[in-house]
């Protein structure tokens, strides 16, 4: 894999965007399906979506994005083969002592998001070693969503206040949107500006449900491997083209009637 500043000077540069997404979350999904297409298994299609990672991250530096948040194994997963969970296993701790190094030098932050239960205990070091390693980097924040599910989060964040409130540490009725925000584990992170998922499939899939709420959906048809920065790019170009309003409304009699 070349250095990404590399691929730069090689005359890859991302076009000029009206609008950069501040928070940009990915649901890395086809591996399975690039591998079968081909004859291989499974298994060789998570390998293969390794690069597409790493251009990625190195695209979304170039385009001045500062926080990307990927789905790389959802609480849901467990219901793979135990083949495919174990490789998988193996396969996040393998990708982050390779990378740490790489991604530090490009000044990446790396974040776990995800829960601890059932999580392979190597997997954890890995992730809090590439998180201790990378901690003071402030170029990008690359949050890995491992072991992660939405409701879960949201679940337990709903249990974490209960318990506060039984010990008096806070007011019943005292919550805000806000103040529900913070409990979630990707805090200090906030909503997601636009969320991206690869290989065609147009479902969220229990993925950043709260933080997602007023997202910019982009479904691209390219399976999670084929995926580079300049995948990336065209979905920060659609979302350009998007007007958000939030709820609001812009009032434009002048603009050409509709016929
Ligand atoms: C995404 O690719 C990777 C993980 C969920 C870990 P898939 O493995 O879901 O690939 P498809 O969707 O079966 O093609
Ligand atoms: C979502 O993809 C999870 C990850 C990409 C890690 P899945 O392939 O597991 O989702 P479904 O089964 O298509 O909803
Ligand atoms: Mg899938």
């Known amino acids: 894999m070349m250095d990404y500043l590399e691929v730069s000077k090689k005359g ?7 609008k ?12 399975g399906r690039w591998a ?8 060789e299609g998570h390998k293969a979506g390794e690069a597409a990672l790493l251009d990625v991250v190195a695209g979304a530096i170039e385009a001045g ?5 990927v789905f790389a194994f959802s609480t849901e997963n467990w219901k793979r083969s135990p083949e495919e969970v174990r490789f998988l296993m193996g396969f996040n701790k393998d990708v982050l002592r390779a990378r740490r190094d790489q991604l530090n030098h490009w000044g990446v932050k ?4 995800g829960r601890r239960p059932k999580l392979w205990a190597s997997v954890i070091d890995e992730l809090e070693a590439a998180q201790a390693l990378t901690n003071r980097n402030k170029v990008l924040t690359l949050t890995m969503c491992v072991n992660y599910g939405s409701r879960i989060e949201i679940v337990d964040a709903v249990n974490e206040i209960a318990l506060l409130a039984a010990k008096k540490k806070i007011k019943p009725g005292s919550i805000t949107e806000k103040s529900f925000g913070k409990m979630l584990s990707t805090n200090p992170l906030g909503d997601v500006d636009l969320f991206i998922r690869s290989s065609g499939e ?14 910019e959906l982009v479904f691209s048809e390219v399976l999670w491997p084929d995926f580079d ?17 939030f709820g609001g409304a812009i009032d434009s009699p002048k603009a050409k009637p509709v016929k």
């Open 36 to 43: 079968n297409k081909r004859g291989l298994t499974r298994i």
């Open 20 to 31: 950069v997404p501040k928070h940009v979350a990915i649901v890395m999904d086809g591996n």
């Open 65 to 69: 994005v500062s926080e990307l948040t």
């Open 202 to 215: 147009k479902r969220i899939s229990n993925f950043l449900l709260w933080q997602s709420a007023y997202a």
């Open 229 to 245: 920065r300049k995948q990336l790019w065209a979905s920060i170009a659609e979302y350009s083209t998007r007007q958000r309003r």
């Open 12 to 18: 890859v540069k991302p076009p000029k965007f009206e």
């Open 110 to 113: 790396v974040r776990w998001v």
